[in-house]
């Protein structure tokens, strides 16, 4: 943990020209506002800065909009970005009057959610493994008008464009639909850029293993080597920072959207996850796969509340167009060993400090903070209550018939089922005031929003469907 004497020497000895405070809204979008290095002293970092927040969507009213940024000394790092100097800091937000940890702010919420862990006496500490997923295209457009509803995207190396005429020629060289994964180049075209994205996160200190090109044309992923929860939520929105600015230095645009284009497969972000007490793993044990009971009755709570989950895990209407059968989704709610189609699989270990529980459904749409609190705090709930998860499913649950099929629960198949879930099932995230009502009715009310927006426009496909009915 470093002390302000530390940061302040930091800031000095690296001639920081600027110190960029950084926070995060509710739907997990990297928010910051930047000070004159000059002016961050003892008094600053010990106080905070005072900022409105009413600007941020889901957050304060008007008449009472006053927040404090708190920055977190243990998080520094340098932006390999920004052409003058800058030093960058996590902050929490607090209320300035009291100096609490402000209900609605999603990096506050993983703050509790790993306090409670202590306190619930299970492990000291929660660590967590995303595999965020993501799309570079050349070209995008889209349009919302009252009149016209369209999007385009277009990449060079894109399977669509084998016959596109280009000044220099055609190569051919693109992989097929669903037929992206692990070609060298010049099909994966996507190496340079990735080593770029993945060498600038090493700089800004962050830990990180591997990439490669993914299942979908013009698909990617990077490796986030395990971290504890709130840490790892921060290296996460810097993961994401860091492609899409080198995406643009390169002149392409990245996204997380999970299902930007049809009939291929979509993003995801497998999470896997792992509690420590102490120096003992807790999910190594003697039962399946090398899992002990504890891990069992985590599994057991992810699946119980695996629809609540979906509301913080898959909080965008996009994500449920990844989540349908024949595209490698897991939409099914079963556990196995090595098995991709379960929605939470076991991964293959060399060593039991490396045992874990890995849940498939989640995408990098998520808010970290909310998705990783939310998870461990079902998972804890699993534990709590002896909440077996069953059988393990041992067969390949994409080719399963469809009466055993049929005996098998989904996650959600929509935003709205999953809010209408979160509802009637929020009792779990509760506990030691991790999460309260007051946050998840305001999140919810964002949700809401952006479910009537796409709700009450007209699509493209409704025209093809309906126009001459």
């Given amino acids: 943990m470093s002390t302000i004497k530390n940061v302040l020497s930091e800031i000095?000895?690296?001639?920081?020209?600027?110190?960029?405070?950084?926070?995060?809204?509710?739907?997990?979008?990297?928010?910051?506002?930047?000070?004159?290095?000059?002016?961050?002293?003892?008094?600053?970092?010990?106080?905070?800065?005072?900022?409105?927040?009413?600007?941020?969507?889901?957050?304060?009213?008007?008449n009472e909009s006053d927040m404090k940024l708190m920055p977190d000394l243990s998080s520094g790092y340098m932006d390999p970005f920004y052409s003058e100097k800058t030093f960058c800091l996590h902050c929490n937000v607090v209320e300035p009057e009291s100096g609490k940890l402000y209900d609605r702010d999603p990096r506050s919420t993983a703050v509790k959610a790993e306090e409670f862990l202590v306190k619930s006496k299970i492990g000291t500490k929660a660590f967590f493994g995303p595999e965020a997923e993501f799309f570079l295209f050349d070209n995008v457009k889209f349009s919302n008008a009252m009149n016209k509803?369209?999007?385009?995207?277009?990449?060079?190396?894109?399977?669509?464009?084998?016959?596109?005429?280009?000044?220099?020629?055609n190569m051919g060289h693109r992989p097929g639909v669903k037929g992206g994964y692990f070609p060298v180049n010049p099909t994966d075209a996507g190496q340079d850029i990735r080593s770029e994205m993945l060498s600038t996160m090493k700089r800004m200190g962050m830990n990180v293993d591997k990439h490669?090109?993914?299942?979908?044309?013009?698909?990617?992923?990077?490796?986030?080597?395990?971290?504890?929860?709130?840490?790892?939520?921060?290296?996460?929105?810097?993961?994401?920072?860091?492609?899409?600015?080198?995406?643009?230095?390169?002149?392409?645009?990245?996204?997380?959207?999970?299902?930007?284009?049809?009939?291929?497969?979509?993003?995801?972000?497998?999470?896997?996850?792992?509690?420590?007490?102490?120096?003992?793993?807790?999910?190594?044990?003697?039962?399946?796969?090398?899992?002990?009971?504890?891990?069992?009755?985590?599994?057991?709570?992810?699946?119980?509340h695996a629809k609540a989950l979906n509301a913080f895990t898959n909080p965008s209407t996009n994500s449920y167009k990844r989540l349908i059968p024949g595209f490698e989704a897991p939409v099914l709610l079963a556990y196995s060993a090595k098995n991709r189609s379960?929605?939470?699989?076991?991964?293959?270990?060399?060593?039991?400090?490396?045992?874990?529980?890995?849940?498939?459904f989640p995408d990098p749409t998520a808010n970290p903070y909310l998705a990783f609190s939310a998870l461990l705090m079902a998972g804890l709930d699993g534990i709590k209550n002896k909440i077996h998860p069953g059988d393990p499913a041992t067969k390949d649950l994409y080719d399963l018939p469809p009466d055993e099929l049929a005996s098998i629960p989904t996650v959600c198949g929509s935003l709205r089922e999953a809010l209408g879930s979160l509802e009637a099932d929020h009792g779990f995230l509760l506990e030691g005031g991790v999460f309260n009502v007051d946050q998840i009715e305001g999140y919810m009310e964002l949700k809401w929003e952006e479910i009537y927006a796409v709700e009450h426009t007209p699509h493209p496909v409704e025209y093809g469907l309906y126009y001459s009915l």
């Fill in 12 to 62: 000095k000895k690296g001639e920081f020209e600027y110190v960029d405070m950084r926070f995060t809204d509710p739907r997990g979008k990297l928010q910051h506002v930047t000070v004159m290095a000059s002016e961050v002293d003892e008094s600053f970092l010990k106080s905070g800065w005072m900022f409105d927040g009413s600007s941020i969507a889901g957050w304060k009213s008007i």
């Fill in 149 to 169: 509803v369209s999007f385009e995207v277009d990449a060079a190396d894109a399977s669509w464009n084998t016959d596109t005429d280009y000044e220099m020629g």
């Fill in 212 to 304: 490669h090109h993914e299942v979908a044309s013009c698909q990617h992923e990077l490796g986030l080597v395990f971290g504890s929860l709130k840490n790892q939520a921060d290296d996460l929105l810097k993961y994401k920072y860091v492609i899409q600015n080198v995406a643009h230095s390169y002149g392409k645009t990245a996204t997380f959207m999970p299902k930007p284009i049809a009939n291929d497969n979509g993003t995801g972000m497998h999470v896997n996850m792992s509690i420590w007490n102490g120096n003992n793993p807790v999910f190594s044990g003697k039962e399946y796969a090398g899992l002990s009971e504890t891990a069992l009755y985590y599994i057991g709570g992810l699946l119980k």
């Fill in 342 to 360: 379960a929605s939470v699989r076991i991964p293959y270990i060399e060593t039991s400090k490396a045992t874990r529980v890995e849940c498939r």
